[in-house]
């Protein structure tokens, strides 16, 4: 089956604000997510990754755009009609300790989305089920009795992973697994997920704002500035050779163990989704940025083959943040 | 499909408590708080008294005798004196606590279902529906509780059944207010949205997901509830729109004490006493209750 | 170089509904002038409690049991033994003498007042100023710490600000009396990656130009590679490893920092997809329940039942200026 797993064209998430504005949340996003394989969406506060998570899962509507899901267009679908397809994508939070009903036993936290999707499950079963989740995810099954305040952090994600995974979705919307974990627990996090795609063969969307997490387990990775996809690429094409200054400067302000590189410091916060600058959203921040920048809005252009960047200037030449490449002769 | 091995460490230490051990410190506290435990064993006196002290009573609560009316107490037969009519006031007062109380639970009861379905729905559902429920709430509430309860019961004919009904049709409102407000907050938690997510109905989020995170508000809210019913039918009697003699209740004898005030205090003082007894001892239950059960006070991580 | 902060055996309890807590046990370190000190750890470490304790700003007895010794040295050769200062001279040493920034600016900042006249609170509080002349130095600091339009912003609330200037605002107020010290505890976390890449390099340069020593208390091994001179790792309320930045992270000799180094995903790595990272099994244990011997052994590779389980170990010298606290760190590479 060659055909997408998940499409999402023009997708855009509007909000109404104070004073008759609009917060543009996600502002025209398009991509396409293969069976298999992992996407992850890197950005900082601002970039409407989360939201993009939210309304991929219909968690809430799209204000314009289209979403399409194992070759069925979700976009309107109703409640009801979404419940059939729920079962086939599922999502991670980020924080392990609102995640879990803590009312409840990991039991019947797990049991749910089998009571909803495979109700002809007797109550063997379902246990059975369950222990077997709870051991996939590296937990004892007799955490199954347990609730949750009685686990760590890290347990606790894994228990989210094992509901998340518990019907066998095809899709796994992770949006920043790991970022409130400890350091060695979100390896083993990490680990964790990479174990379970390569078995079970799952398609991730994986939302951090880590980069160097995402370049580990992501296959291709989009780039998000103030709602817009910025930078598209292949994981290793992406970190070789960036296309987009604001991919540059994330790489740049990464603080790495590799030592101590060269900054690109930018200036100023963040621009405000409400009221985005005209043009190129990036253009207040970047040290590459002319007059013309601010007319247009620049658009997704592929620069080789898979690689696509909304850039005025694709003649520029941008620093890669691997230690063994090296740097090509810069043109001002 | 082979596991993950997960190593020892993995495991958490064993936790002996069964999985009750999260109400523990609450419990802790609670008794800790003197004046909850006061409350407490003073409802419990109260309680086991009306409802068993009748059958130990020689009097009956309707028994006249006027040989022996306006006995003070403590004095002969009559442990708590007896009122105009020669009737024993212990077994009256104990008689009109079952009714009193009774009224009050039943109230609370009632007001407490009415207002969580109506918090529920407004709080989950949002949007018009809910601003049109709490609005409407709010038009209720703007009424002076004892207005309502007074125009209401001028309407209706007087009896234990129509005074719960008012009592609660005056109570639902708050419980409704703290149900909606939790709502529409717990609504957007990680785990209402991990729920929705798995596509469960709105009828299992309402109620399994987020209705047992929020019984601590509703239950500080409930028991507050049962001493406002226990006043407020108390009023009522008192001023005649209540329960009507010659079944004695808090309030209507209180009525009945009135005239009597300088010749026979004892007809005021003891119902008036009881009363306080009860409300106060349901605002102290309340009020440890919700320091207990403060959910910021638990230290889960 | 002389030494402007030095701790010894510092060690923190905390007395809870659920029983006693050693949250710091035994922590000894020394401070040079205009040196970046990096205390590293997870959660329940111990990092931040250290840092509370020396500013005293943890609760008293009998909640709260400090003891230890932690001397500082004013620029006049004053020795102060913060520990015992009474409160009254502890105050103006927080502030004038060493300043702190926190994690979360919004809940440092008084969200009711104005930045400029918290700055100004500041000032007037340790500094013989006029109103007018404190307002003025407000307003310099702000523009110094790099917030656009200073004067303006100085009449701002902190909501008004976004996180990177909230956190340049709480800089500039903990500078305002030019500390010797700094004690920054987590203060990008909050932040983004490149709102944090201007606090970092805003640090060092206000370092450099004050020559002042700065405390710096993180879990982002990154941030600690990039900012730090000496590093101490803590574990479960220990110091487990002391050593200058370069040493620590080539060449560890304490397996938890070996591991905490192994887990962090680096840029480079994206090369080697299909690896994994070498996590650490296990959990950070539990303040209540921290196990016998050493506390890391149950999440050690390298650990015996001899001596680790049964011995605590001590901090032993491992060369100049690198201290570990492992007992089988000779034998053992990590």
């Known amino acids: ?332 | 499909m082979s596991a993950v091995a997960p190593s020892a460490a993995d495991l958490p230490p064993p936790v002996l408590a069964a999985p009750s051990a999260a109400r523990r410190p609450a419990l802790r506290r609670f008794m800790r708080h003197r004046l909850a435990m006061f409350g407490l064993v003073a409802i419990i006196v109260l309680v086991v008294a009306c409802a068993l002290g009748p059958y130990l009573s020689p009097y009956g609560p309707l028994t006249i005798d006027l040989r022996h009316r306006f006995q003070p107490p403590f004095e002969g037969r009559h442990w708590l004196g007896s009122d105009q009519l020669g009737r024993d006031l212990l077994v009256r007062l104990l008689l009109a606590g079952r009714i009193s109380l009774t009224v009050g639970f039943a109230a609370m009861g009632l007001s407490t279902a009415v207002g969580v379905v109506i918090g529920l729905v407004a709080g989950f559902y949002g949007g018009w529906v809910g601003t049109a429920l709490m609005r409407f709430v709010d038009a209720v509430l703007s009424f002076p509780a004892i207005f309502l309860l007074l125009t209401l019961a001028a309407l209706v004919s007087p009896g234990v059944l129509t005074i719960t009904l008012i009592v609660a049709l005056t109570a639902w409102m708050e419980v409704a207010r703290v149900v909606e407000g939790q709502v529409r907050s717990l609504r957007e938690r990680d785990f209402a949205i991990a729920a929705e997510a798995i596509g469960v109905s709105d009828a299992h989020l309402m109620l399994r997901e987020l209705l047992p995170n929020i019984m601590a508000p509703i239950v500080v809210a409930a028991t507050l509830n049962v001493a406002r019913a226990i006043l407020l039918e108390s009023y009522a009697s008192y001023l005649g729109y209540g329960i009507q003699p010659p079944t004695p209740s808090w309030g209507n004898m209180l009525n009945n004490a009135q005239e009597y005030l300088t010749s026979a205090p004892w007809l005021a003082i003891f119902p008036g006493a009881v009363i306080t007894l009860a409300v106060t001892g349901f605002n102290f239950l309340g009020d440890g209750l919700r320091d207990a059960l403060d959910p910021r006070l638990d230290v889960h991580r | 170089m002389t030494d402007v902060l030095m701790v010894e055996d510092l060690a923190v309890r905390f007395r809870g509904e659920s029983g006693v807590v050693d949250a710091v046990e035994g922590v000894s370190f020394r401070l040079r002038e205009g040196e970046t000190l990096a205390i590293v750890g997870e959660s329940s470490s111990g990092k931040s409690v250290t840092a509370l304790a020396l500013m005293r700003l943890l609760g008293g007895p009998p909640n709260c049991v400090v003891r230890g010794r932690a001397t500082f040295m004013r620029q006049d050769g004053e020795a102060l033994a913060l520990l015992s200062l009474p409160e009254t001279r502890m105050a103006s040493v927080r502030g004038r003498d060493v300043g702190m920034i926190f994690q979360e600016p919004m809940t440092s900042l008084n969200p009711v007042h104005r930045i400029g006249a918290q700055i100004v609170e500041g000032l007037l509080a340790h500094e013989r100023l006029s109103p007018r002349a404190a307002e003025k130095r407000a307003v310099a600091l702000l523009d110094h710490v790099g917030i656009p339009e200073p004067a303006l912003r100085a009449r701002a609330f902190p909501h008004q600000l976004s996180g990177g200037m909230r956190q340049r605002a709480m800089i500039a107020m903990a500078l305002a009396c030019r500390p010797r010290v700094l004690i920054a505890d987590e203060p990008t976390t909050a932040l983004d990656v490149t709102i944090q890449a201007q606090i970092l390099e805003l640090i060092r340069a206000l370092q450099h130009e004050t020559g002042m020593s700065v405390i710096f208390i993180t879990h982002n091994l990154g941030v600690v590679a990039e900012v730090a001179d000496r590093v101490l790792v803590m574990y479960a309320g220990q110091v487990v490893e002391d050593a200058p930045v370069d040493v620590l992270l080539h060449l560890p000799q304490m397996p938890y920092s070996a591991g905490l180094i192994g887990s962090v995903p680096r840029l480079d790595d994206v090369r080697r997809r299909g690896g994994r990272l070498a996590a650490i099994p296990g959990n950070v244990p539990d303040p209540n329940t921290r196990p016998a011997g050493c506390t890391f052994h149950p999440r050690c590779a390298h650990a015996r039942p001899d001596p680790c389980e049964t011995a605590r170990p001590a901090l032993e010298y491992v060369s100049d200026g690198h201290t570990v606290r492992c007992a089988r760190w000779r034998e053992i590479t990590v």
């Open chain 1, 1 to 332: 089956m060659n055909s997408p797993l998940l499409q999402v064209t023009d997708l855009a998430k509007h909000y109404p604000v104070a004073g008759g504005r609009t917060l543009r949340a996600v502002n025209g996003v398009s991509f396409t997510l293969r069976a298999g394989e992992v996407l992850g969406v890197v950005g900082e506060s601002g970039s409407g990754k989360t939201t993009l998570g939210r309304v991929v899962l219909r968690l809430t509507p799209p204000s314009a755009g289209e979403i399409v899901f194992r070759g069925q267009d979700v976009t309107h679908l109703s409640r009801r009609a979404l419940r059939k397809v729920r079962r086939h994508m599922q999502l991670v939070f980020q924080d392990p300790y609102a995640s879990l009903n803590p009312r409840m036993s990991v039991e019947q936290i797990l049991a749910i989305p089998l009571q909803v999707h495979e109700p002809s499950l007797g109550r063997a079963d379902r246990r059975s089920r369950i222990e077997e989740m709870l051991r996939t995810v590296g937990l004892f099954a007799e955490a199954a009795d347990r609730y949750p305040h009685e686990f760590s952090g890290g347990q606790r994600q894994r228990i989210g992973i094992a509901r998340a995974l518990i019907c066998r979705p095809e899709l796994l919307v992770a949006d920043e697994p790991v970022s409130a974990l400890d350091v060695s627990v979100q390896a083993q996090v990490v680990n964790l997920l990479l174990d379970l795609r390569e078995r079970l063969g799952l398609s991730i969307l994986f939302i951090a704002h880590d980069i160097a997490v995402v370049g580990m387990i992501s296959d291709r990775i989009a780039v998000m500035y103030l709602g817009r996809v910025v930078e598209i690429a292949d994981t290793l094409s992406l970190f070789n050779r960036p296309r987009h200054p604001y991919t540059e400067a994330l790489f740049s302000a990464v603080p790495d163990l590799g030592g101590r590189r060269d900054r690109i410091l930018l200036q100023g916060d963040v621009p405000s989704p409400v009221s985005p600058p005209s043009g190129c959203p990036f253009r207040t921040r970047c040290r590459y940025a002319e007059p013309d920048c601010a007319v247009e809005v620049p658009s997704l252009v592929e620069r080789s083959p898979g690689h696509l960047a909304a850039c005025h200037r694709p003649e520029l030449v941008l620093a890669s943040p691997l230690s063994d490449v090296a740097p090509l002769p810069r043109l001002r």
